[in-house]
């Protein structure tokens, strides 16, 4: 099983919609978790943390359950502008390396 | 403040040629990483720094060295560059360890033939 696991999608969804992704991860020693924006030939950047008892910026929501071991991400009122590539990223308690997974692709339409 | 530069921007290298990627920082950041990304990889990190003078491999470290003489730079060589090779390079920063954001550089792609 991969560390980080994500689907890859793509989510196609009209403007407006709510769309959820989720990433699971294998270790459960993992203690800090991220969701990075990837926009097309571009550099990742930070969206937002996931904190324990979760945690909204806007439109976005993100969610942490351990006992599952998987984090989630919620975009509401979708935008054009939503679209990217999102990675979740998943740090282990004492480790230098962050692990990424691979993306999921969220293509918001008119 | 310029972030995290990356240099250059595009190459192309015929297999064998050398080169090196230069990653600068202005943020003051301790930890520096290296990651390339392939289509359908996702990001694989190459080689990391926990401070200046110090290196350490990451998951894919075959092929490339580096070098963090500075602590605002980090650099990334290929001694004799692969087809394999041919990727999208983006270097990260980080004040801290892993509980820290990673500030990303734009991404050098590399072309070799």
């Known amino acids: 099983r991969k560390e980080v696991e994500q689907d890859p999608g793509p989510f196609n969804v009209p403007e407006g919609a709510t769309v959820a992704f989720n990433c699971t991860y294998s270790?459960?020693?993992?203690?800090?978790f991220f969701w990075y924006r990837q926009d097309c030939r571009k550099e990742p950047k930070l969206l937002m943390s996931?904190?324990?008892s979760g945690n909204e910026d806007g439109r976005f929501t993100a969610q942490l359950n351990r006992a599952s071991q998987y984090i989630s991400l919620l975009i509401r009122d979708s935008k054009l502008s939503d679209s990217a590539t999102y990675l979740c990223?998943?740090?282990?308690?004492?480790?230098?390396?962050?692990?990424f997974g691979r993306g999921t692709s969220l293509i918001v339409h008119p | 403040n310029a972030g995290v530069t990356q240099t250059p921007k595009f190459r192309v290298l015929k297999t064998g040629q050398s080169m090196t990627l230069l990653c600068a920082q202005d943020?003051?950041?301790?930890?520096m990483y290296w990651y390339r990304q392939d289509p359908g990889m996702g990001l694989r990190l190459i080689h990391y720094?926990?401070?200046?003078?110090?290196?350490a491999k990451g998951e894919v470290p075959d092929g490339y060295n580096v070098s963090r003489l500075k602590k605002q730079n980090f650099l990334l060589g290929l001694e004799s560059a692969a087809p394999s090779q041919t990727s999208v390079y983006f270097c990260?920063?980080?004040?801290?360890?892993?509980?820290?954001?990673?500030?990303f550089g734009p991404g050098t792609r590399l072309l070799v033939l």
């Open positions: 720094s926990v401070g200046e003078g110090t290196t």
């Open positions: 990260a920063s980080s004040y801290g360890p892993t509980q820290e954001t990673q500030y």
């Open positions: 943020m003051n950041h301790e930890y």
């Open positions: 270790n459960s020693a993992s203690q800090s």
């Open positions: 996931v904190y324990s």
């Open positions: 990223v998943v740090n282990k308690g004492g480790s230098y390396i962050p692990t």
